[in-house]
């Protein structure tokens, strides 16, 4: 414990003592090495030697701490109080003796330069943070006037459907007009779901979290995704895992994300095909993963399939993903694709696991 407290003491010594010291260990052993000499020979006039020597090994120390109080001391300072400006958020601050030619200035350069890529990155930064909350702004704009449009449309479009119905019902059976309608009708109900899925992504509503079954969760969606196969060679698998038995999340949001990507994979197959939906627990995460058999989606397509309105089906309306990323990002998890053109597409999302779950977000 002794030699411990000596040591700290010693590391906590200025270090121009440390510098020192080793210098005057070697300036007094040689005196007490000449001092002996003068003594074993009996030199004349050795005692006034010595103290000559003395006074010189004095002058060297003065000398040597003088030239290290102004080579190293002084940039040392003014490194101290530069950095302390920089801390404080003072990133116009540099240090003067980075043009000095020696060490001490090729130190002084490369701080500088530290000093000044700092500047450039956070300038940089808020640059880009004024681009995102202008855009953030614009954004939010556009989803309130298109909001405000589909809850408008919504209500004429009702009114129109009213009325296509009463045609249908007044048309003759053998009518040809029969088929347009019902051509009509089909654009309609599309219509509204368009509008029902902008509503839904301009104004989402916060997770109902509940804490129950997820693996029940996952198989109700797969379950409802098999009744569209039933005419269609594609077969619908769900893999269980173990230890989802109880996770805290919103049952009715997961089912929508489920099904709209298991109804994605089915229509990505033509054909005889396969969708297998596997559920797994990774640490604090559960992982729900869909994977299909289909065509695929092509690599440079595959940055804008969250983008809204964008979509790789005709008939798609390019809301389904963003809406699922959206309520996947709303439980506090991530969602991510991987796809082989020719080959199939999956999908993963993480949802946190833990049975107290996120809090509900506003």
Known sequence: ????????RATALPW?????????????????AFEAAVLKHNIP??????VAASFGALLICFVLLFVLLVLVEKPLAELKSTIHRV??????ARVAFAERDDDVGQLGKQFNAMVQRLHENQAEIARLHQGEMQRAEHLATIGELAAGLAHEIRNPLAGIAGAVEVMKTELPAGSASLEVVGDVQNEIRRIQEILNNLLAYARPRPPNFDVTDFNATVEQAVLMARQQTRNNPIEVVFR?????TVVRHDPAQIHQVLLNLLLNGMQAIS???????????EGHWAVVSVADTGRGIPAQELPNIFKPFFTTRRDGT?????LARGIVEAHGGRIEVTSVPGKGTQFSFWL?????GPEPVA
């Open 240 to 244: 269980p895992g173990a230890g989802l």
């Open 16 to 32: 121009q003592i440390k510098a020192l010291i080793p210098i005057l260990g070697v300036l007094v052993g040689g005196l007490l």
């Open 87 to 92: 801390r404080e958020g003072d990133l116009d």
């Open 271 to 281: 054909g005889p095909g396969r969708v297998e939906v596997s559920s797994r627990r």
């Open 318 to 322: 390019g809301l389904g993903l963003p």
């Open 352 to 356: 946190p696991a833990s049975d107290s």
């Open 45 to 50: 006039q050795g005692h006034w030697i010595l």
């Open 1 to 8: 414990m002794a030699n411990r407290r000596f040591l700290h």
